[in-house]
Structure formats: C-alpha cells, structure tokens
C-alpha cells in the first residue's frame, strides 16, 4: 500500500506546476479490505511464482486508482518502512561508502534530466517542462528501494548500503527540484534563493541536532535505564520493557518528523534519521 506513493506525490506535483499538462482523476468506490486482500494475495503468488510481488502490488495500486484515504495510509506505510530502513543502517560500512553513494545519487539525478533535455526537441517542449519531466524521473521511490532490499535480504549488504544513502540523497533532492520547479511555474519573480538554500541547510541541521542529541542526551538516558537506580520510574521501565520501548521509538519518529515538516525538509529523509539514531 505504501510502495510507490513518495514517488506518485511528487510527480503529481511538478508536472501540475510546470504546466505541461492536466491530470483528470475518478474517484473510485471500493471497500478497503479488497485492496488489503488483493495487495497480499498478488504479493504471496507472485513472490512465490516469479519472485516480482512488488510488481504485483504497483499493479493492483493502479487498478484501485488514487482514494485519497488510501494514498495517506500508504504515506505513513512508507514513514514506517523507511524508519525499518533507518534501524538497519550500518554506519560503518555507510562511512566507508559514502563516495560511491553520492556518485550513483547524482548520476540518478543528472541523466533523466540530461535526457529530458535532448529529447525536448521531439515533443516542441518548453525548456521548463523538459527539466520538471526530468525532475519526475530522477525523483527515487524509497517505498521501492526498501522492499526489495528487505524482501531480498541485501539491506545489509554493501549493495544495500550505498542504494539506501543514494536514495536519501535522491529524496532532499527531489524535494529541493519540487520546489523550484513550483515557483519557476508561478512566473521568474516569485522564485528565490531561500527556496533552494532552506531545504539542505535545515537537512544539515537536522543530522547535527540528531548526532548531538544522540550523544548527550539518549546515550546517558540509556546508561541511567540500563544501570543500578532505585527510582519507581526506572523500576516500572524495566518492569515494561517492550512499552517503553514502543513509546521511546513512537515519540522520536513523530517528533522528528513532526519537526521536519514544519522547518522545510523531507520528512523521509527524517523518518530515517530517527531510525538511524536508535540503531
């Protein structure tokens, strides 16, 4: 239900903005638990005939269309799998990647719109539509990345690693060119420096407020949870340990988040920071 939904948003959004053309869509109605049960029977055949469920799952996405309580479930879904992402993080084998990561990110993002370009001649496209359809495309579905890479056992693997910091990559990106080519579509004058500055400068921030938080706030918290204490909120913890700690991943992920939005920011690139931060 979430696969895919990241990508299908910001497409929406700047090919509406750039003005190419008009999306018409029908509402459909349908029960929810069809698609429930359609998207898990699709996914368990197919899994087990020609291992390409995921394909299944897109596919039954489009047949069901784009109900919009749907589309939001599928959001929060994609939160979630890319919190999963974030708690599987390898830092060390990230650190040591970390070159061929920002290689393959920006090769993702400067051939689709390299091509867009050379191709704006067959379709007598306007410069600005030829970078919003290259912009569409270089825009990486994490919902996608993450599946397979869970569902194939490669998430911790090299492989796994630098795809995983690519697409995080590709996702501050995305939202950087959704911007610009939304006040590009508005006319010249309204786009500013601020558009394109704001959201790496609070991306940077927020990987700084979590390394710092981490190290100087959840760190002694933890020491003081895990060692000798005779408080009654220390004893109750350790009576609980699966609540706590349902409420500890709870509140971070949403805070995070929640903090993203409202400063500019992806609030993916943010789920996985929050996952990152407790593994």
């Not at 895919?4 to 008009?22: C, T, V």
């Not at 990559?169 to 500055?197: C, Q, R, Y």
């Not at 349902?246 to 609030?267: C, K, M, R």
């Given at each position: 239900?979430?696969?895919?939904?990241?990508?299908?948003?910001?497409?929406?959004?700047?090919?509406?903005?750039?003005?190419?053309?008009?999306?018409?869509?029908?509402?459909?109605?349908?029960?929810?638990?069809?698609l429930?049960i359609?998207?898990?029977?699709?996914?368990?055949?197919?899994?087990?005939?020609?291992?390409?469920?995921?394909?299944?799952?897109?596919?039954v996405?489009?047949?069901?269309?784009?109900?919009?309580?749907?589309?939001?479930?599928?959001?929060?879904?994609?939160?979630?799998?890319?919190?999963?992402?974030?708690?599987?993080?390898?830092?060390?084998?990230?650190?040591?990647?970390?070159?061929?990561?920002?290689?393959?990110?920006?090769?993702?993002?400067?051939?689709?719109?390299?091509?867009?370009?050379?191709?704006?001649?067959?379709?007598?496209?306007?410069?600005?539509?030829?970078f919003?359809?290259?912009?569409?495309?270089?825009?990486?579905?994490?919902?996608?990345?993450?599946?397979?890479?869970?569902?194939?056992?490669?998430?911790?693997?090299?492989?796994g690693?630098?795809?995983?910091?690519?697409?995080?990559?590709?996702?501050?990106?995305?939202?950087?060119?959704?911007?610009?080519?939304?006040?590009?579509?508005?006319?010249?004058?309204?786009?500013?420096?601020?558009?394109?500055?704001?959201?790496?400068?609070?991306s940077?921030?927020?990987?700084?407020?979590?390394?710092?938080?981490?190290?100087?706030?959840?760190?002694?918290i933890?020491?003081?949870?895990?060692?000798?204490?005779?408080?009654?909120?220390?004893?109750?913890?350790?009576?609980?340990?699966?609540?706590?700690?349902?409420?500890?991943?709870?509140?971070?992920?949403?805070?995070?988040?929640?903090?993203?939005?409202?400063?500019?920011?992806?609030?993916?690139?943010?789920?996985?920071?929050?996952?990152?931060s407790?593994?």
């Open positions: 239900m979430c696969i895919g939904s990241d990508r299908h948003m910001r497409q929406d959004e700047q090919l509406r903005s750039s003005g190419s053309f008009a999306i018409s869509r029908t509402n459909h109605q349908y029960h929810p638990h069809s429930i359609s998207l898990n029977v699709i996914n368990h055949l197919l899994d087990r005939l020609i291992y390409c469920g995921l394909i299944g799952q897109v596919l996405g489009v047949a069901f269309g784009t109900e919009q309580a749907i589309v939001q479930l599928g959001y929060l879904g994609l939160i979630l799998l890319v919190y999963e992402g974030g708690l599987n993080t390898n830092f060390k084998s990230l650190k040591a990647n970390a070159g061929l990561s920002i290689l393959v990110a920006l090769t993702g993002i400067c051939l689709p719109i390299a091509f867009a370009f050379c191709l704006r001649s067959l379709a007598s496209a306007t410069p600005l539509q030829a919003a359809a290259g912009a569409a495309l270089c825009s990486t579905s994490l919902g996608t990345t993450f599946t397979i890479l869970n569902t194939s056992g490669l998430n911790n693997t090299r492989l690693t630098v795809l995983t910091s690519a697409a995080m990559m590709d996702d501050l990106v995305g939202l950087v060119l959704v911007e610009v080519i939304s006040k590009l579509g508005s006319g010249p004058s309204s786009f500013h420096a601020i558009t394109v500055v704001r959201p790496i400068f609070v940077i921030g927020l990987v700084l407020f979590v390394l710092l938080t981490c190290r100087y706030l959840v760190k002694p933890s020491l003081l949870i895990g060692g000798p204490s005779s408080s009654a909120v220390m004893r109750a913890i350790r009576k609980q340990p699966d609540k706590a700690t349902l409420v500890t991943h709870t509140t971070l992920l949403f805070g995070i988040v929640a903090a993203a939005s409202y400063a500019g920011t992806s609030n993916l690139f943010a789920a996985y920071l929050a996952g990152a407790i593994s």
